[in-house]
Every structure is written in C-alpha cells, then in structure tokens.
Nanobody, 112 residues
Framework: QVQLVESGGGLVQPGGSLRLSCAASGFTFSNYAMSWYRQAPGKERELVASISNLGKRTNYADSVKGRFTISRDNAKNTMYLQMNDLKPEDTAVYYC?????WGQGTLVTVSS
C-alpha cells in the first residue's frame, strides 16, 4: 500500500535550519508530483511547496519563498524540504502528500 513517512522535525531556534524528509513506498515515486503541507495550532492546513515528478518544476507559498527549498531524489524514493532562517510562525506539523495520501506528519517547533 502507499505509505509516506516524514522525519526530521524538532525544536530549533529562530534563524536556524532543519531538513525534513518524506520516504515514500508502495508506488512508482518518479511518476507523481509531491507536496509539503503544514498545519499550525488552531489553523487550517496549508500548502508549503510542491514539486513535479522529475523535480523540474517547484512552487512555494509566499511565506516561505527564499527560505525553503523542496527537492526529491527519485532513486531513493524520498522528498525533502530544506528550511532555513526559520521563524516562530513556521511552527507547525509538516505533512507530505501524494494526491489523496498523507503522511503522519512531523512536528517543527521554532522557539528560543
């Protein structure tokens, strides 16, 4: 079955960096666009970034442009989200998504 497993979350100080990973299995990873979403406490889930199946096209929410980079390694069936210059407002549970399938999420907390 299709499975998405996120990792890499944690506690980081403002201005710090984290790299999230999403390990995919159960489907031909290189055939599908993938996305990262996040949900902050008390807020709706929102799109953070997306990437085409071969990684040639990317899209970012305005709030993360210039700070976050989405990428993928199709040989490893893994998608990444490099997050730099993190801000307290980036605190959220981050999810990877393939069409209707979601991972379980990984918590990112930005706090001093």
């Amino acid at each position: 079955q299709v499975q998405l497993v996120e990792s890499g979350g944690g506690l980081v100080q403002p201005g710090g960096s984290l790299r999230l990973s999403c390990a995919a299995s159960g489907f031909t990873f290189s055939n599908y666009a993938m996305s990262w979403y996040r949900q902050a406490p008390g807020k709706e889930r929102e799109l953070v970034a997306s990437i085409s199946n071969l990684g040639k096209r990317t899209n970012y929410a305005d709030s993360v442009k210039g700070r976050f980079t989405i990428s993928r390694d199709n040989a490893k069936n893994t998608m990444y989200l490099q997050m730099n210059d993190l801000k307290p407002e980036d605190t959220a549970v981050y999810y990877c998504r393939k069409e209707l399938v979601w991972g379980q999420g990984t918590l990112v907390t930005v706090s001093s």
